[in-house]
């Protein structure tokens, strides 16, 4: 017998950015169908359709890109599928399985409020619900029917959880869910013909249709589960193993969210770590493969078989991730960070050539750096007028210096070559000439340069600048 092909997928909604915690779950989706040999489906859940934007879908489609999480099948998009739901279900309520129920949204206030009034859980009552010598209220006028998913009354659900094992739940404890409503007004004409699903009845029959044979999700949705589950019994279809990953916790311990810090893919970019550290970082938070802490997205394949997934939250830690992309940064192509900087350098206002040929710089810089961001802060001082600190220019253009600072400046402007040999000569030169050491000249040079004490060796750092930022930033004379 041939095991079936592994396929993944992942389902965000197109209300915002893709979020660190779909990214997350992107990547072990990803990983598990590349380990497995399997395939990974984009599917973009679009029914909420007063708050899915065409911004999002392109924003959600950048991040993927930008993280390499290449899908084999899609981006669907649910609100192209709409004939399909309406199909199943008339079929399921042909089949008793789903039924119509004309409550008024006022209906369904009172019966909350009478129910919480007797001090029970709020629930659908089960008034339109079909039964064998029931009599149901009588359809009202001008009201448009939801479609219901009839949930059996007793019994439970019990799944084997990837992430978190064992999970059982009473049917007691579970309603009849609205599965298609009604379109809202200004949706399109296909809506207000066909009805829009409710998330959990697509993703049902999105993930049966679409061959999906395990869903890594947030454990937000483990609620949801149960009547997803009863839903795929009703449909006949066979059920994907489920792994419901736990939430990303600031590092306040509390939910990450916007309001405490970065939670997009985008800003992360923005803020310039490599996609390649974010995926690493991402891979660790909440997955462990020994006590590997940088590995590479192939390693991470390999290893990747759904196990050793952790059961408690993850706490996001900025200085981790900080540190983990410093690794990143020193490895990365010299050439490959000066296209990053450059970008970074122009959204500053420096012009296309200003940022050209930026791989040396790079190269010099990058092993002090933990993002892009810090690299272009380095390297705009190549450009940009810099403002040495009161403090560190009286500690070290001193009296005693400027002379030889002097000297230095007329050798750098008269030698042949513009390079770090040259330079090197020049400062020794000029040490000799003054019975200076290099601890006392270098800082002087670096803080009217560069604006500050400490930079890696000057002569490499000089040679770095056009000739004549160097001699106009050491006239002080
Ligand atoms: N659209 C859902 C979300 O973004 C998908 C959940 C799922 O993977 O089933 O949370």
Redesign the pocket.
Known sequence: MSTPTIRT?????PTGFLHLG?AR?ALYSWAYARHFGGQFVLRI?DTDVARSTQDSVDQILASMRWLGLDYDEGPHYQMQRLARYHEVVEQMIAAGTAYRCWCTPQELDEMREAQRARGEKTRYDGRWRPAPGKVLPPVPAGVQPVVRFRNPLDGEVSWDDLVKGPITISNREIDDLIILRPAPEGASADAQALGVPT?NFA?VVD?WDMGITH????D??VN?TPWQINIFRALGAPLPTFGHCPIILGDDGLKLSKRRGAVSVTAYEEAGYLPEAMLNYLARLGWSHGDEELFSREQMVSWFDGSHLAKSPAQWDPAKLAWVNAHYLKAADDERLAVLVAQQLQSRGLTAAQTQGLAPACALFKDRCHTTVELADWIEMLHVAVTPREDERAQHVTEAVKPALHSLRERLAAMAAWDKPSIAQAMKETLAAHGLKMPQLAPAVRVLVCGRAQTPSIDAVLALFAREVVLSRLEVL
């Open positions: 997928r992942i389902a965000p909604s779909t779950t859940e998330y993703v993930d869903v890594f999700r947030g937000e949705h949801n």
